[in-house]
């Protein structure tokens, strides 16, 4: 038992520890109802690894995965308008 837990039982809580496993059927119900492909996305302190410049509009955008391409768009609408902007170079 770990130290949360533990110092929670002292403190007079009643502690039931789920796994995966047991959760299986509600991780399936959220993939199922919502847009989300990681369920972890639904945490309060996810939070995505990379952080990206949009070549077009310039903000800020995140992303799980590293993007492999030099110019780096945060929309499909930022995609089509930046790289209209480089075909006209």
Not at 7 to 24: F, H, P, R, T
Not at 54 to 69: A, G
């Amino acid at each position: 038992m770990d130290r949360k837990t533990q110092l929670a039982l002292d403190q007079g809580y009643n502690i039931i520890v789920k796994y995966k496993q047991d959760l299986e059927k509600e991780f399936n119900w959220v993939k199922k109802h919502y847009s989300y492909k990681n369920v972890y996305e639904l945490y309060d302190d996810y939070k995505p690894k990379y952080n990206y410049i949009c070549n077009n509009c310039q903000s800020v955008f995140y992303r799980d995965k590293k993007v492999k391409t030099n110019t780096k768009f945060c929309s499909r609408s930022c995609a089509a308008n930046g790289n209209q902007k480089l075909r006209h170079l």
